[in-house]
């Protein structure tokens, strides 16, 4: 790991070639890393350097390119591992997506450990990865599908949480642990320590909170944490699902194929150890390289300074976007962080998103992969801003500004 | 500092869009269909009444953006005297504009302010959600329940 730098936003912008790119002429001011972050420098240079000079299919070769881009890969592995501060690097399952994650966990300890009769439990606001398979578990394995309410200001209802664990049927708690609609941060830790109560696991979804805080699943006592690589400077095409390890054994595999098993016969064929046991086909090699690179990135400028520079912009856009006339901020939770979503009277969020970009400046407009988060809330679509670490003041004041002329636009 | 997007947003997509002429549900109608692009929340409710086999009246209850507010307003004017027939092969023209960025076709002069989508590949659909709607209205079998329409 490289030693924890100063955090000089300038020369962080410079870690990413795409932020000096002109759109139509215009500065980009990217406010939509919530949706997928970009790339700096290191990340890519992984990865190019691998396919250059250092690539073969991993876990299975003899080659000496095998066996060094099998260290390289499984670099990723630990480099997730302590990013989380697993106990065990064999409780980072490496999946494709963190949507897969959800599907996995879905299946494996949904089908394979959950009983017919018992229940999940989501929240409100939950984005479509961490309610979908839940449906499908419920469809096919009579598993029944709660969901806890949220309030008004947009923090999840812990009486209301409670409320659907008292009679003990409650298998699992799966919830947003940064929500990518309102920016609320959830009490992850007394959410785990009442579902433990109950009798409840509790899996997380943190491919939000992942990338702005500094995530403890020891401390927090999680049973399940899946993010996803793309929001957190790394590539697509792989997410990260940590897991008690325990869980993991119990747990009858996912997808079946190579490298997920130990002997294969006819007649029947025999689990590879945890994690392989859950990592079906040739992994996202490249990605992995890729994603190590990331984290060691976020980890050298480390989350202290991350946090200090995400929250004076979060203070800042709060500040500037409420005193828009006929600007709301949706969510008022009091622990919150860079994803701010709102709505400009007169103005619908898909006009407001054009507008914005006609000035270089990204945003998301639409229901954010929550659309029961949206009817809770009475809206059809808002649109997004988010932040990520090379976000600065200036784009924040860009976007304020040019809000305001947009509110003249179609007054 | 917009007035480049004026392709986009004509006076008469910003007047229509903020205040239809015909946004709302007939009292009395014999076709009516949702189009509903969820990626995007534009929702559109079209209904139509039809007399000596040509559409009499057209209205409309929609949520959504400037340019699918002010196309289904644009619809309900460029429909009223066509026969089923004609209004969905209007229809058809007025996707093929939406994609292309014009059309020579006097019959879709009226409707001209809405190409300017095709240059905004991610607001065509806009556009055309009152088109998809009044489409399923018009081919679904009477009493029939049909899905939703959609020009995602």
Request: proline share 3%; glycine share 10%.
């Amino acid at each position: 790991m490289n030693a924890i730098r100063p955090f000089d936003i300038e020369a962080i912008r410079a870690d990413f070639p795409i932020l000096g790119e002109k759109i139509r002429g215009k500065d980009l001011v990217f406010l939509d890393s919530g949706a997928s972050a970009q790339k700096p420098r290191v990340v890519m240079e992984a990865m190019l350097h691998a396919m250059q000079h250092q690539y073969a299919n991993v876990h299975r070769g003899l080659h000496w390119m095998s066996e060094r881009t099998t260290e390289a890969y499984e670099a990723a592995r630990d480099a997730a591992a302590r990013l989380m501060n697993a106990a065990d690097r064999r409780e980072i399952v490496i999946t494709h997506s963190s949507t897969e994650a959800f599907n996995l966990v879905a299946h494996s300890f949904g089908r394979g450990v959950l009983k017919p009769g018992q229940a999940v439990v989501i929240s409100q606001m939950e984005h479509h990865a961490n309610l979908v398979p839940w449906q499908m578990l419920r469809d096919a394995h009579g598993i029944e599908l709660r969901v806890a309410p949220i309030t008004d200001a947009g923090e999840l209802d812990m009486a209301g949480l409670e409320a659907l664990l008292t009679d003990g049927k409650v298998g699992l708690v799966s919830i947003t642990h940064m929500s990518n609609v309102l920016g609320t941060y959830t009490q992850a830790e007394r959410i785990v320590q009442l579902a433990h109560a109950y009798g409840a696991k509790v899996m997380l979804d943190g491919s939000q909170a992942i990338v702005h805080r500094r995530v403890d699943v020891q401390a927090l006592d999680v049973d399940f944490y899946a993010w996803t690589g793309h929001k957190l400077y790394g590539p697509t095409g792989i997410g990260i699902l940590y897991a008690k390890r325990e869980l993991l054994e119990a747990m009858p595999p996912f997808m079946g194929g190579g490298d997920m098993i130990s002997s294969v016969s006819f007649e029947r064929s025999r689990w590879a150890e945890v994690p392989h046991k859950f990592e079906a086909g040739t992994p996202a090699i490249l990605e992995g390289i890729g994603l190590r690179a990331a984290i060691e990135y976020v980890e050298a400028i480390g989350f202290d300074a991350i946090g200090a520079h995400e929250a004076s912009l979060t203070e800042h856009a709060l500040s500037r976007l409420s005193a828009i006339e006929g600007l709301t901020v949706i969510g008022r939770a009091q622990d919150r962080g860079g994803v701010i979503s709102f709505t400009l009277a007169g103005a619908h969020a898909h006009d407001v998103a054009t507008l914005l970009d006609r000035q270089g400046i990204a945003v998301r407009a639409g229901h954010h992969c929550a659309e029961p988060l949206m009817r809770r809330l009475g809206l059809d679509s808002t649109a997004r801003a988010t932040f990520g670490l090379y976000t600065t003041h200036a784009e924040i004041d860009a976007l304020a500004d040019t809000l305001d002329r947009i509110r003249g636009f179609f007054a | 500092m917009f007035e480049d997007l004026r392709d986009l947003y004509q006076d008469v997509i910003l007047d229509r869009g903020r205040t239809p002429r015909h946004g709302q549900r007939l009292a009395v109608f014999d076709a009516d269909a949702k189009g509903d692009n969820p990626m995007c929340g534009d929702r559109v409710h079209v209904f139509a009444r039809h007399t000596d086999g040509r559409i009499a009246e057209l209205g409309f209850a929609a949520r959504g953006c400037a340019v699918s507010i002010a196309s289904a307003d644009l619809l309900a004017e460029a429909v009223i005297g066509l026969t089923d027939a004609e209004a969905l092969a209007m229809g058809e023209a007025f996707g093929a504009m939406a994609k292309q960025g014009g059309s020579d076709d006097p019959s879709l002069a009226a409707l001209q302010p809405l190409s300017g989508v095709a240059a905004y590949p991610s607001r065509i659909k806009c556009a055309t959600l009152p088109w998809a709607a009044l489409r399923a209205a018009l081919t679904k079998a009477p009493g029939m329940e049909e899905g939703v329409a959609s020009s995602e």
